[in-house]
C-alpha cells in the first residue's frame, strides 16, 4: 500500500505544473486528502486539501492559483498549480487519511500515507 506521485517539473514563473498522486493498494474514495510542500530550511506547510465529501481547503498562498481535485475512478489525486511564483519551490508531498475523513485541518501526524514527493522548482 503506497502513494506513488508524478508530475514536478522546473517552470519560469507564471507557469504551470500539475501533480498527479496515485493510490496502490487502497482506494483513495474513503480517505481524506491534502497536498504538503517543504522549501528547503522552512517547516513543512499544508497547501491544499480535499475531504471526503470533496470539501476543499487552501492555504492562502494556493487561493486562486492552485486547484486541488480527485478522481475516485482512477484513484487519484491531483494538484493543478498555475501562476507559480518564485516562492513556490519545494517538494510537494500527496498525504491520505482514513480517520475523519471529512476534517481538512488535521495534523501531518494523523495522516497514514505520504507520496514520495516530487520537486517543482522555478526559475527564470
Known amino acids: 500500500e503506497q502513494l506513488v506521485q508524478s508530475g514536478g517539473d522546473l517552470v519560469r514563473p507564471g507557469g504551470s505544473v500539475r501533480l498527479a498522486c496515485a493510490a496502490s493498494g487502497f482506494t483513495l474514495e474513503s480517505y481524506a486528502l491534502c497536498w504538503f510542500r517543504q522549501a528547503p530550511g522552512k517547516e513543512r506547510e499544508r497547501v491544499s486539501c480535499?475531504?471526503?465529501?470533496?470539501?476543499?481547503y487552501y492555504a492562502n498562498f494556493a487561493e486562486g492559483r492552485f486547484t486541488i481535485s480527485r478522481d475516485n475512478a482512477k484513484n487519484k489525486v491531483f494538484l493543478q498549480m498555475d501562476n507559480l511564483r518564485p516562492a513556490d519551490p519545494a517538494v510537494y508531498s500527496c498525504?491520505?487519511?482514513?480517520?475523519?475523513?471529512?476534517?481538512?485541518?488535521?495534523?501531518?501526524?494523523?495522516?497514514?500515507?505520504w507520496g514520495q514527493g516530487p520537486q517543482v522548482a522555478v526559475s527564470s
Open positions: 480535499v475531504n471526503r465529501g470533496d470539501g476543499t
Open positions: 498525504a491520505a487519511r482514513q480517520r475523519d475523513p471529512w476534517a481538512v485541518l488535521v495534523s501531518p501526524a494523523e495522516y497514514d500515507y
